[in-house]
């Protein structure tokens, strides 16, 4: 099964998730983002996180912290969040509409950083856990996206996740691998948000790995050629999660460290801000959790916290051949098998 039939939904909900999963799992999203944010504020060396504690009116909070103007950041946020309420999102609801008529719950941290070096990669991550009455599931993944093309920089970004995935399932990487592919996708400008990374929804421990709504794509057939997966409890898709957010650190910081060292000119800059534009089109159009925050009347500020502060957009452009920048749309915006990437 790849498209998710509503009867069929109903009879595989998984059983009930332990009586103390939301404390385990705010607890530690609250965690991974102070770890995050210390070691972020050290590979910064300049700039410190400001934090911002907000309320929701109608149930829950957050506190966002956000660096900017640093020795490497130019501008990012690390959130947490917990809220809670009587209507569900019709975002929600399209997709697990047997939750229609419950009251939510959904806790999670989100990450966003703009380095200000064009040769350092931006990065996104987002863990995150949801509960509508008998129904829960996990969620989340992290995806690079690299303005100047380093095969090395994409292969250890993968190779990291990977090995964090493996530890729980040989089919994870493979399946949310593909599925990130497709998700960060720009359907207007027929490209990749960057490398990808992993992304995954709906995990609840039933059916097939991908529960996304393109039954045509490489995603899904990859997971409808592995047949019936065994059943995962609550506890190992936790465990999941957390082994997958603790991995960030070592995926992206060794990158920061190399490429932050590396001189650039006006030509790079312009070119990382005319990028940085279909960052902000992927949110504004596509990103689903933008579209999660705001039509649950979440705090906006912290909602678009993950928009770069300084943007450009140029009438028709095109790289110039054989450039890194025509490396970047030839090879880099078109899914690579970056695990196994094997070197020049």
């Known amino acids: 099964m790849v498209a998710i039939n509503t009867e069929e939904s109903k009879s595989s909900v998984s059983s009930l998730p332990p009586a103390d999963a939301k404390t385990r799992v705010r607890d530690f999203v609250k965690e991974l983002q102070d770890g995050i944010c210390n070691k972020l504020e050290e590979v910064d060396g300049i700039s410190k996180f400001k934090e911002d504690l907000w309320e929701r009116e109608e149930g829950g909070g957050g506190r966002t912290r956000v660096i900017s ?12 969040s917990e809220v809670w309420g009587k209507e569900l999102p019709p975002s929600i ?25 064009p040769y350092v990669p931006t990065v996104h991550l987002n863990y995150r856990y949801f509960e509508a009455g008998p129904v829960w599931w996990f969620g989340g993944g992290a995806d690079l996206t690299p303005y100047y093309p380093f095969a090395e920089d994409a292969a250890h970004f993968h190779r990291t996740l990977k090995a964090a995935c493996d530890k729980h399932h040989s089919e994870y990487y493979p399946v949310f691998k593909r599925w990130c592919d497709e998700y960060f996708y720009l359907k207007h400008r027929n490209e990749t948000r960057g490398v990808g990374g992993l992304f995954f929804d709906y995990q609840d421990g039933q059916n097939a790995l991908y529960r996304g709504p393109h039954a045509d794509k490489a995603a899904a057939a990859y997971s409808d050629n592995l047949g019936t997966v065994k059943s995962r409890s609550w506890e190992e898709l936790f465990a999941f999660i957390q082994d997958c957010g603790w991995a960030f650190l070592p995926s992206y910081v060794p990158i920061v460290e190399k490429r932050n060292k590396m001189e650039y000119d006006e030509h790079q800059r312009n070119f990382q801000l005319y990028r940085r534009g279909r960052y902000v089109e992927f949110n504004l159009v596509y990103d689903r959790g933008t579209i999660f925050g705001l039509q649950t009347k979440g705090r906006t500020e912290s ?26 749309y030839e090879t880099f915006l078109k899914p690579q098998d970056w695990a196994n990437w094997q070197g020049a």
């Open 69 to 80: 103007d640093g020795g490497v950041f130019e501008q990012g946020g690390v959130n947490f």
């Open 93 to 117: 609801l399209k997709q697990r509409p047997e939750a229609e008529g419950h009251e939510f719950y959904a806790t999670g941290t989100s990450m966003v950083l703009h380095p200000r070096n």
């Open 303 to 328: 909602i678009l916290m993950s928009l770069p502060p300084l943007v450009r957009w140029e009438y028709c452009y095109q790289p110039e051949a054989n450039s890194p920048e025509a490396e970047l």
